[in-house]
Antibody
Framework: QITLKESGPTLVKPTQTLTLTCTFSGFSLSTSGVGVGWIRQPPGKALEWLALIYWDDDKRYSPSLKTRLTITKDTSKNQVVLTMSNMDPVDTATYYCAHIRYYLETSGYFFDYWGQGTLVTVSS | DIVMTQSPDSLAVSLGERATINCKSS????????????LVWYQQKPGQPPKLLIYWASTRESGVPDRFSGSGSGTDFTLTISSLQAEDVAVYYC?????????FGQGTRLEIK
């Protein structure tokens, strides 16, 4: 049974760096084909993909946010960490981590198991 | 990036009636080598994370009721709920996984009439 859970601060100030942790169970990030992604959703708005890390430590970032994002993994702890620098009120959103289902032929993937999400508010 | 556009933005359907949601991609998500469409549908109920409903544009995820079906190919796709139930009230999203970055539609809010 695959589960994921996000943790981190609920409130950050503008210009600060946000650090979120995804703790998961039911799979290993050292297994070929496995990956964990981050997606966010501003209140009342659509989903936006942020970043992804694969079993082999390959990383992908949203082009519009890549200068602000860093994704890392700790396989021994079953955790993935996302940092986002220079936070702004427009970054207020629920942040989700999710397990991917990955297809080698196009490197395409979608999200088959999601955490419950954590709401991060950016305000002074 | 592939842009995903859903229509309508919101929809109200009577219980037991059919609901149809459309999703259009700015370029084809059909991979010719395997003839598969790299498109999924998610359902998001209030206060919950998205739930995977359909992948390959038309394959139901395990446990998803058969009143949910997906169709379409290339750039035009449809999610159909054959007989709307009260528990189907949600926002529905399509997402392409043909190319990176994965991109989502803006969502369609489905309500009871």
């Amino acid at each position: 049974q695959i589960t994921l859970k996000e943790s981190g601060p609920t409130l950050v100030k503008p210009t600060q760096t946000l650090t979120l942790t995804c703790t998961f169970s039911g799979f290993s990030l050292s297994t070929s084909g496995v990956g964990v992604g981050w997606i966010r959703q501003p209140p009342g708005k659509a989903l936006e993909w942020l970043a992804l890390i694969y079993w082999d430590d390959d990383k992908r970032y949203s082009p519009s946010l890549k200068t602000r994002l860093t994704i890392t993994k700790d396989t021994s702890k079953n955790q993935v960490v996302l940092t986002m620098s220079n936070m702004d009120p427009v970054d207020t959103a629920t942040y989700y981590c999710a397990h991917i289902r990955y297809y080698l032929e196009t490197s395409g993937y979608f999200f088959d198991y999601w955490g419950q999400g954590t709401l991060v508010t950016v305000s002074s | 990036d592939i842009v995903m556009t859903q229509s309508p933005d919101s929809l109200a359907v009577s219980l037991g009636e059919r609901a149809t949601i459309n999703c259009k991609s700015s370029q084809s998500v059909l991979y010719s080598s395997n003839n598969r469409n790299y498109l999924v549908w998610y359902q998001q109920k209030p206060g919950q994370p998205p739930k995977l409903l359909i992948y390959w544009a038309s394959t139901r995820e395990s446990g998803v009721p058969d009143r949910f079906s997906g169709s379409g190919s290339g750039t035009d796709f449809t999610l159909t709920i054959s007989s709307l139930q009260a528990e189907d009230v949600a926002v529905y999203y399509c997402q392409q996984y043909y190319s990176s970055p994965p991109t989502f539609g803006q969502g369609t809010r489905l309500e009871i009439k």
